[in-house]
């Protein structure tokens, strides 16, 4: 080596640059490039410390895919409600399975086109995909996806739905377990019986039965291209319920199957000219979630995890019109107090991109987050003003909304209102349609619900909405919300002064009481009726009939809390859920809507205690018998009161319905054998109605999860009794009238129902009325006997 050769080599060394051969303004660039270069190289070589770090830390937690590699898809269990309409599935797989070697070429490569193209190159990521989507994500609005289909096996089965970096993560470090230890095809079967694809399908063989009705081998081009559109997201490119933009999807898929040589340029040409058409839904839709979900509970518990792999078909107590009446009901009363509520604002904003043919895309991937719920359709607003709002439903329907519409929203609305409650571009928001079809604006209602119905006699469950939405809140109100029952509880109070001497005929006054705090088990208590008036002496019968709270004090005090408490428990209501104490007379306990239920199928069956079942045989996969409960019999082991208490207490209660805060009940429904009992707590936190026909008895019951005021007004008379009339309407249609028959032991004097021993005055006359005073007003005395009289000759 020369020395010029060694002073070349050394200059750097001795900190003198090449660069200092170059002019001064040439210089500093390629000092700025080489510190960048340095720098990149230490992100690359941090990133790849920080991923070995990952991979050593994670790799070994990752769960066991055992599921995977020994996949052999289950029958799911089936539940039908009594007249064998489908309500529900649970499995561990889905419905059909087709091994890879049967899913015809079109239908694979339809896939491979839009989902990953590269499926067979990549090693379970796709990096080149990654890159893509992180350029695209930089320079775009809305983000584009990078999973392959070995990263979405692994997401669908093991990782939870939630965008994070650490799932994701996960994701990718699973997707290469998954390629380490299954083959390609392996992968692709698992795949594509195993996607979710809409209107209840899981895989592609189930799918082409639903949308096509057709099997999976049959199947075309166009139609094959219309189902790889689904997995992305099945609502919103489904083709019956938005063909537009299905169609739109479907055309690009077959585009993308032409680019990657999957197809000939004649078969893209005929695909994309070919007709689609799809199967008519041949089964109607019932909500019957929650009823599902307790029958799921129930199978689970006898059979554990077989349950959901041996093919069960369950049959339940349900029926399906009953239970579609019953919904409905419920949902259209939980809708009409929404309508008297604050307008809360939208559910959300979001960026909506310049370019108009961007929009369609966008508001499809916004919408994702809003599922329609129901008839409560979430749209995308496009303009907004206090006239006029423009908006987009996930169907691709625009509605334009004025007039009546807007009124819910006016708060919303407004040009200096709330800006954190403004309707304006980008606002995600409700709509409903009404009867007439005209669209308004409303809003996800926070308070909750529940309705069941039962069949008296045996206890079979015909309906049951466990709230309003099940996809909302799967806690279910009919057997797990312990509320106060309110004045919904005074007939057993009434029930057990029968057996004390007290008739319908007692008069007792409605006068002001105050008790202190040794009486109550709590505080000082100065209760009032619910409008705020004392009507003094009045019947027992009139009493019930007004909801007067200072009489079924009396009455309690009378008879005793003890008693009363140890009375209740006859009807299925756990003594230590309502204390012996005189606040008990106002329904100060605990129940749920199911006790109450079959606390009032006590008094409708003549005095029996039914206890409510939900299921009502079970079969195998080939239909054969595994368990068939024997209906119960109404025998005097059964009896808990006597009959003629059963008899008196309807006569009570059908007074209630014609004449008193139910009478609604009676003049909505034109007959008079409906009975029952309104309810609201003290403080208007609960409202509720409990009612039956002898065929049925239902219970309704509305209130926040989280107990709060309803409304000064609200009451189970306005609430709750709608809701059971909606459903009664439906169900008594056609079924004749039947009034209950007087039992021995009763006597009928002067158009009044009294225990026989009770009719010549030896019962109770009055209670709390000062001798020096009068017995009670001649009117109403004479009111209460026209009432009766007229009751009797109907």
Known sequence: MSDSERAAESAPASGRSTSSKLPGWAAWPLRALAVLAGLAAAAVLSGLMLAA??????????????????????????????DEVLLGEFGEERRSFAPIAEIPKVMQHAVLAIEDARFYEHSGVDYKGVLRAGLAHLSEARSQGASTITMQVARNFYLSTEKTFTRKIYEVLLALKIESLLS?????????????????????????????????????????????????????????????????RQQYIIDRMLENGFISAAQHDAAKAEKLHYRTPSEVSVHAEHVAEVARQLIFSQYG????????NVYLTINSGEQTAAYRALRKGIMDFERRQVYRGPEAYVDLPAKPQDLDARIAEALQDHPDNDELKAAVVMEAGPKKVVAVLQSGETLTLTGDGLKPATSGLAEKGNPKTAIRRGA?????????????????????????????????????????????????HVTQAWRQPGSSFKPFIYSAALEKGFTPATVINDAQL?????????????????????????????????SKNMVSIRILQAITPQYAQDWVTRF???????????????????????????????????????????????????????????????DESARVIDARNAFVMSSLLQEVTRSGTAARAQAALKRPDVYGKTGTT??????????????????????????RKLGDRETG?????????????????????????APAGVTNVGGEWYYSEYANGSGVATLGIEEAAPAVDPATVEEDRKGILDLFKR
């Open 53 to 82: 770090v990952a991979l050593a830390v994670a790799y070994p937690n990752l769960p066991e895919i055992s599921g995977l590699t020994d996949y052999r898809p289950k029958l799911p269990m089936r539940l039908y409600s009594a």
């Open 184 to 248: 390609k095809e392996q992968i692709l079967e698992v795949y594509m019986n195993q996607i979710f694809l809409g209107q209840r399908a899981y895989g592609f063989a189930a799918a082409s039965e639903i949308y096509f009705g057709k099997p999976l081998k049959d199947i075309s081009i166009a139609e094959a291209a219309m189902l790889a559109g689904l997995p992305k997201a099945p609502s919103a490119y489904n083709p019956i319920v938005n063909p537009k933009r299905a169609t739109e």
């Open 305 to 312: 995890a077989e349950a959901y792999t041996r093919g069960l």
């Open 428 to 476: 995600v928001i409700r709509v409903i349609r009404d009867a007439k079809g005209n669209w308004s604006i409303t809003q996800q209602p926070e308070v909750e619900g529940a309705f069941v119905a039962l069949n008296p006699r045996s206890g079979a469950i015909r309906a049951m909405v466990g709230g309003f939405d099940f996809s909302k809140s799967s806690f279910n």
């Open 514 to 546: 105050f008790f202190d705090a040794d009486t109550t088990g709590s505080q000082p208590w100065e209760p009032k009726n619910y409008d705020g008036q004392f009507d003094g002496p009045m019947s027992m019968r009139r009493a019930l009939a007004k």
């Open 572 to 634: 299925g209501f756990e003594a230590e859920k309502h204390p012996a104490y005189l606040t008990m007379a106002l329904g100060a306990g605990s129940v749920t809507p199911l006790q109450m239920a079959t606390a009032y199928s006590v008094f409708a069956n003549g005095g029996y205690r039914i206890n409510p079942f939900l299921i009502a045989r079970i079969t195998d996969s080939k239909g054969r018998v595994l368990n068939e409960p024997k209906l119960p019999q109404l």
């Open 682 to 707: 003290n403080d208007s936190n609960d409202a509720w109605f409990a009612g039956w026909q002898q065929q049925v008895a239902a219970v309704v019951w509305m209130g926040y999860d989280t107990p």
């Open 717 to 741: 008379g306005g609430l709750s009794l709608p809701i059971w009339i909606d459903y009664m309407s439906s169900t008594l249609k056609g079924v004749p009238v039947a009034e209950a028959t």
